[in-house]
């Protein structure tokens, strides 16, 4: 049972408008959360991340929102450009251990059309 | 910056052979992971290490071992290849401390036969 998801495999956004990412978890002990974006034939790289002490982080264009109540999280992408075509995970951790491990959810392929 | 480096990139094994993945990191980092990414599954982790000379099972630890006798190394091995371990593998690696940003290496793409 996957406990991070991405419901939506796909989306299209016409460039410079909002790209609106969706993700949902069932274990309420993740408590960091973090956005990774993968192009092709290269390895994911780090966006941006939120603790569950907030409900907003923002870093320029990107802004993820977490609602604990709902177990939902969502990455905002305003503007959207081409260059943001990629596919993107989101990814949940739990402190505990010697070590966090991330659960990530499938991914979603976001698509900007110029 | 290499930071971290995947060899090969590409293999084609036939069902029963072994062959090792060698990642290797400039970051001095502490933490190494090995994931491996199906389509439809995200990326689920195999091993991981906190320390050099340490390993740990992941999620999916199967037929697969691992091993981290340098810090900068992390070696995935395969000692019988079957067809469900078709896959693009990735090894990562991040430091200690509450920042789990990991850093990807480009990925491995591996195909049984």
């Known amino acids: 049972d996957q406990q991070v998801k991405q419901n939506s495999p796909s989306l299209s956004v016409q460039e410079g408008r909002i790209s609106i990412l969706n993700c949902d978890y069932t274990n309420s002990m993740f408590d960091y959360f973090l956005w990774y974006k993968k192009y092709p034939a290269e390895g994911p790289t780090f966006l941006i991340s939120i603790s569950s002490i907030k409900d907003k982080n923002e870093d320029g264009r990107f802004t993820v929102f977490l609602n604990k109540s709902a177990k939902h999280l969502s990455l905002h992408i305003v503007p959207s450009q081409p260059g943001d075509s990629a596919v993107y995970f989101c990814?949940?951790?739990?402190?505990?251990?010697?070590?966090?491990?991330?659960?990530f959810g499938s991914g979603t392929q976001l698509t900007v059309l110029p | 910056n290499a930071g971290v480096t995947q060899t090969p990139k590409f293999r084609v094994l036939k069902t029963g052979q072994s062959m090792t993945l060698l990642c290797a990191q400039d970051?001095?980092?502490?933490?190494m992971y090995w994931y491996r990414q199906d389509p439809g599954m995200g990326l689920r982790l195999i091993h991981y290490s906190v320390g050099e000379g340490t390993t740990a099972k992941g999620e999916v630890p199967d037929g697969y071992n691992v091993s981290r006798l340098k810090k900068q190394n992390f070696l995935l091995g395969l000692e019988s290849a079957a067809p469900s371990q078709t896959s693009v593998y990735f090894c990562a690696s991040n430091d200690r401390g509450p920042n789990e940003k990991l850093f990807f290496g480009s990925g491995t793409q591996l195909s049984v036969l």
């Open positions: 970051m001095n980092h502490e933490y």
């Open positions: 990814a949940a951790s739990i402190s505990s251990g010697s070590a966090r491990q991330l659960t």
